[in-house]
């Protein structure tokens, strides 16, 4: 196909349905764009060094603006001409970064910007270093199923699906930049079938976690307590940040960049809460709550699960931090809270509100959610202290 490429017409350049598809400018001969079936878009030219037909790669649209690819295109064309053209000096697609390379440059220009859970992808990325020294363009689909078998066969299947979520991303962001041409990934499917986890703790759980958190001290002590009373996410409480409280009025502020939807969350602290921060001491010079250096925040769960669990007896069902948030939930739910308040005290899209009414209803539900979890923190208050009253009850008998 060939036609006289403008800006609009590049962007209106639809994704390939089954290949790439290519387009020929008529102002410049020889340049042309190739259309990916993720519609990426990438500018190539056509010249005939010595006689020999040669593709020479010149960059992704719109990093590279059309402008600059029609001059690009006319340089290479008056080198061939005058018989300067220099292999050396062309971008050739056998020039591409390793994938060792890429990780870095992917976490930097992509996942830190968009994810706030990117350390977490990086380290998963990692999982792949047997291929780093691999060109990225070379990497088959095979190879990257061998990691995942691997990966299985190290009796942690559910990392596997983590795995290949990360290199989607990865392989993705290089067709979008034009690194590559197709994703070697795009037909892998999640090699293990997830079950979602239904795990609510009980009260002699929550009773004895309670308990460890007095034996914990700050940071962790407290950090949990509050987890178990907010039932909002570990990240968001780990990270929470002095200039986010106005404990006069208790309440809490999650700005947009520190929520998974990015949008505002407003916590009403219970008074159980507000007390436990008003016990903390304030490190100089420092924004985070929780934290051991000043500088970030606290860091190390899977340590802390590790102390956690010894207080807890033999053959406990296994748990996880964000069953505390599932637990939340149920509670609230037993004490008689409507479904959309607790998702309203979770930050959660769960389809009770949706469509139309979810665009449209920007109420908070402020004072139910501060009812809510004050309910809430009564009762996990009870659950904690029930043992202390029925000991009490055994002494003066």
């Not at 064309?77 to 053209?85: Q, S, T």
């Not at 469509?355 to 009564?378: C, D, P």
Request: aromatic share 6%; net charge positive.
């Amino acid at each position: 196909m060939k036609q006289m490429l403008t800006t609009k017409s590049l962007d209106a350049m639809p994704p390939a349905t089954t290949k790439r598809y290519e387009v020929r400018d008529q102002k410049v001969n020889g340049l042309h764009v190739r259309v990916s079936t993720t519609g990426a878009k990438v500018f190539y030219t056509l010249v005939r060094p010595n006689g020999s037909r040669r593709r020479i790669k010149i960059g992704p649209y719109p990093v590279v603006s059309l402008a600059d690819a029609r001059r690009r295109a006319m340089e290479i064309a008056r080198d061939v001409e005058l018989g300067e053209f220099d292999k050396a000096s062309e971008v050739s697609e056998a020039s591409a970064l390793t994938l060792g390379e890429t990780i870095p440059k992917f976490i930097e220009l992509h996942a830190k910007p968009n994810t706030k859970d990117w350390k977490r992808t990086e380290s998963v990325l990692h999982r792949f270093d047997g291929l780093k020294d691999r060109p990225i363009d070379q990497i088959k689909r095979q190879d990257v199923s061998k990691v995942l078998d691997g990966i299985i066969a190290n009796g942690t299947p559910t990392r596997a699906n983590r795995a290949l979520s990360a290199i989607k991303k990865l392989m993705n962001w290089c067709v979008m930049r034009g690194d590559i041409e197709t994703s070697p990934v795009a037909l892998l499917r999640p090699p293990t079938r997830e079950i979602p986890r239904d795990r609510v703790l009980n009260d002699d759980e929550i009773r004895m976690i309670w308990h460890h958190c007095d034996v914990e001290g700050y940071p962790f002590g407290p950090f949990l307590k509050l987890l178990m009373m907010t039932g909002q996410r570990r990240a968001e409480v780990s990270d929470m940040r002095w200039s986010e409280l106005n404990l006069d009025e208790g309440i809490w502020e999650l700005p947009a960049n520190r929520v998974k939807n990015a949008r505002l969350h407003i916590v009403p602290l219970p008074d159980q809460a507000v007390e436990i921060l008003h016990s903390l001491h304030k490190f100089l010079d420092s924004d985070f709550v929780f934290t051991t250096t000043g500088r970030s925040a606290i860091s190390g769960f899977g340590r802390l699960k590790e102390r956690v669990d010894t207080a807890l007896p033999d053959g406990t069902a296994d748990w996880r931090f964000h069953d505390f948030r599932r637990t939340a939930s149920t509670g609230m739910a037993k004490l008689g809270v409507m479904p959309h308040v607790i998702d309203a005290v979770t930050n959660h899209k769960s389809g009770v509100v949706s469509g139309v009414g979810a665009t449209y209803n920007r109420y908070t539900y402020f004072n139910e959610k501060r009812e809510a979890l004050g309910l809430w923190a009564s009762e996990v208050t009870r659950i904690a202290t029930k043992h202390l009253e029925m000991n009490a009850v055994k002494t003066s008998e």
